[in-house]
């Protein structure tokens, strides 16, 4: 992969049982493009997502990000690529519904090394508090579950 390409997928296959969800999917994505997966519900957009973010393998094919092949990486590693190089935001919150606002959005930093060595937990929970502030969640340690659907996302 050269340096300008950021992401590269190659002959990549998922299945559903026996529904062939991706089938030969290649594509590469320069540095700076910015990239729309469009068409209708249940043709594998999610699921390609899912895919190239080492969320879910394919049956077959290769995804190399930033020149890391994502489906090499066991799942800790792809863990650990995710947390360090990705910002996903889900499709479900995917919010720990016991957990408050604040302990929700420094989790991502418990799986961040970067994060650790640059900031501590005390820097970490003020830059938090800050961002929740300009997004106008002032009800921090609220329980994830008592949000509503619009504080979530």
Excluded: W
């Amino acid at each position: 992969m050269t340096d300008s390409i950021k992401l590269q997928v190659k002959n990549l296959n998922f299945y559903y049982g026996a529904f062939h969800a991706l089938k030969n999917i290649n594509m590469e994505i320069p540095a700076g493009k910015v990239t729309a997966f469009i068409g209708p519900s249940g043709c594998g957009k999610s699921s390609l997502l899912n895919i190239m973010a080492g969320i879910t393998l394919p049956q077959a094919g290769a995804v190399e990000m930033l020149g890391e092949s994502i489906t090499e990486l066991s799942p800790r590693q792809r863990d650990q690529f995710r947390a360090q190089h990705l910002g996903i935001i889900f499709q479900q919150f995917n919010l720990i519904p016991y957990l408050s606002v604040l302990d929700n959005l420094l989790l991502r930093a418990d799986f961040s090394k970067s994060d650790k060595t640059v900031l501590n937990k005390k820097d970490l929970e003020i830059q938090a508090q800050e961002l929740l502030a300009n997004l106008g969640l002032c009800r921090i340690e609220q329980k994830a579950q008592y949000l509503s659907v619009g504080q979530q996302q």
